[in-house]
């Protein structure tokens, strides 16, 4: 495997760091993957997004993480959701310019990012979100979207940041319900089933390409 390249691209705030890793075997799609909450030490290097990422590369997808506006080499502040929802889009407007607006397209994201990957999913033409442990009570940017696609949500029953029991009532009021797994006995970060975690999204990337 080879390392993701890291560069800056012209972001809504500024330069936005971005970190492109190659698919394994043929392309089949690109991916844009959302980090946790910048204020709480989120970034592109968090071993969930990371996870994300090399799930979708596996299953032939050029994957895109990228640091949110003001984190590690990305200008601008931190801007509660909204600024943050722009720097998803432009990460998905560069996966367009560098490869064709035609490939398959997967939006994911954890914690806070879970929450802006629902977001950038329902104002793009993604064709897959997945959310792990999405942030789902921030309420900034108004009601929850449609996704417009098909979503996987995973989460843990012993999640003390986003607590499991909160979301499953904010999912039982969504028209658009995801697939879900809940996991007994996993937190919030999935520390010791990464390795499962990553299993479980490529499956579903799987699954949802062979179908395209």
């Not at 994300?52 to 080499?73: I, K, S, T």
């Not at 998905?92 to 879970?114: K, M, T």
Request: hydrophobic content about 40%; proline content about 7%.
């Amino acid at each position: 495997m080879n390392d993701p390249k890291r560069y800056t691209i012209d972001g809504p705030a500024g330069a936005l760091e971005v970190a492109l890793g190659e698919p394994e075997g043929e392309r089949r799609g690109v991916a844009v993957i959302c980090h946790p909450h910048p204020l709480y030490g989120g970034t592109l290097d968090n071993k969930v997004a990371y996870t994300l990422a090399r799930a979708a590369e596996q299953q032939g997808l050029a994957a895109l993480r990228f640091n949110f506006r003001g984190v590690g080499d990305s200008e601008g502040l931190h801007d509660g959701g909204e600024g943050e929802l722009d720097d998803a889009l432009a990460a998905i407007a560069h996966l367009r310019e560098q490869f064709g607006p035609d490939e398959p397209l997967l939006v994911a994201g954890f914690s806070f990012g879970g929450w802006i990957s629902l977001h950038a999913a329902a104002r793009s033409d993604a064709v897959q979100l997945v959310t792990v442990a999405p942030a789902l009570s921030y309420t900034v940017l108004g009601d929850l979207p449609a996704p417009g696609c098909p979503w996987f949500y995973i989460h843990g029953e012993a999640d003390d940041v986003v607590p499991a029991q909160g979301n499953r009532h904010i999912l039982e009021t969504l028209q658009s319900v995801p697939d879900q797994v809940w996991l007994p006995e996993v937190g919030h970060f999935f520390h010791g089933h990464l390795t499962g975690l990553r299993r479980r999204v490529t499956s579903v990337i799987d699954e949802r390409w062979s179908a395209l």
